[in-house]
Each structure stands twice: as C-alpha cells, then as structure tokens.
C-alpha cells in the first residue's frame, strides 16, 4: 500500500544497483491505492520480489504479521526491505520495526514511509501512531540515515536507510511515540483504552448513520411538500 508521493520517494530513492538481481520484500503489500513493486519490477529485474500482508489480495504473496517475519523468513534474508504506510498501523510498532531491520542484509536498504500528526484517521483495520522526523531518526539510529524528509502532500515522513555490517539494533522499550487512540506520547496502547476507543467509534459510527438516514428523510419529506405547494 503506497500513496503517490511514497512512489515518487521510491523511484527517487532506489537506484538500479540496488535493485537489480537483489531480493526485495515489501511489508504491506495490498495494493490498495498503489505499490512501487510494479514500478520496480517494470525498471530492473529483482531476483525475488514477495509482497507480505495480514490478508491475501493483490500484490500479496504471502500472508504474514509483520511481526512474525523474522520466523518466516529468517534473519538477513533480503536486500531491500519496503514499508510504505504500514508502521502506523501495527500496534506493537517496536517488534514490527525490529523484524524489519533484522530481516533486511548487512548493507541493505530500508524504505519506510508513514503518517505525521495532523493526518486523519485511517483504519486499515486500525490506526495507532504519528511518526515524526525526530521519531524516525532516533527510531533508525542503529541504521545509516541516507535520506529524511517530510511528505510534502500530506502529514508524513518518508525514510531510505543503510542496515550497517557491524548492525547493534536499539533498544527501543521506553521509547513514546504519538497515540491516535488516547491523543498523547506513550510508550505502549494499553488494552482497556484501545476497548474503549473501538467502543466509543462504534456508537459514533451507528449515531452517524442514524442522524444520515433522519437528514435525507426530512430532506424528502420537505422537498415533496415543496412540490405538492407548487402544484
């Protein structure tokens, strides 16, 4: 999944060496509003692409958590690792980034895109975090930063870094990041407040569409009034 700027961020990121008879693995693939794997299988020839998500659909090869892939599919496995607009939306966002870096080769490439705050929620199924540069800097200071830069059509950062020989991944346990579900910096989405939230959204969703359904027959009821008075 990747909107048009992540794509744009993708090709100008990637370069043939990097890609060409290399092992790709993007995490999130459900093609939903776009994917750079079509962009980059047209552009050189990766030697092995799989699309990783939670659901089988288009561009999904195998059905895996991102935070399992590490069972999957072992350690230092791939080349390339792609995650575009996916880290917002895993709950335990620590051990999906610490499969990502241990997945990915000595000397590898990450690709990260993701929402800032300021963007609307968006669940696919859920929605939990905000990243920003500073998150995404401390978040990748085990790794080369190569490039850093805000999404310039929507709230979100985009990342392109350097898994190094010597890799000593960080620890990131105490780490607090932005919370869309209870609105602050923390270090872990605790169980009752997730309950509460998920509750909270479907008494608004059924009110929604309650004051929806008395709107359009007010609305109908008066525009008929109207006509019968005109005739």
């Not at 072992?74 to 335990?92: M, Y």
């Not at 009752?192 to 959204?201: C, E, S, T, Y």
């Not at 004051?211 to 008075?229: G, M, P, V």
Request: aromatic content about 10%; overall charge positive.
């Amino acid at each position: 999944m990747c909107n048009a700027s992540g794509i744009v961020f993708g090709v100008k990121n990637l370069n043939l060496e990097e890609i060409k008879g290399k092992k790709i693995i993007e995490v999130g693939a459900y093609d939903v509003n776009g994917s750079l794997r079509p962009v980059i299988e047209s552009w050189a020839e990766p030697s092995e692409y799989i699309g990783v998500d939670i659901v089988r659909g288009p561009g999904v090869d195998v059905v895996c958590m991102a935070e399992r892939m590490i069972n999957v599919f072992g350690k230092e496995r791939f080349d390339i690792v792609i995650c575009t607009e996916l880290i917002e939306h895993v709950r335990d966002w620590k051990k999906v980034v610490s499969n990502i870096k241990n997945i990915c080769k000595p000397n590898g490439v990450i690709i990260i895109t993701t929402r800032s705050k300021g963007f609307k929620y968006h669940g696919f199924p859920y929605d939990f975090w905000r990243y920003e540069l500073d998150d995404l800097k401390n978040i990748f200071s085990d790794c080369e930063i190569i490039t850093l830069e805000n999404d310039t059509a929507a709230p979100g950062v985009f990342l392109k870094a350097k898994k190094p020989v010597e890799f000593i991944e960080k620890d990131l346990t105490t780490y607090k990041l932005f919370n869309v579900v209870v609105d602050k910096v923390v270090t872990e989405l605790k169980d009752i407040d997730l309950r509460i939230f998920i509750f909270l959204r479907k008494i608004l969703s059924r009110k929604k569409k309650r004051l929806h359904r008395f709107l359009f027959k007010t609305i109908k009821f008066f525009s008929r009034k109207n006509r019968n008075a005109l005739i």
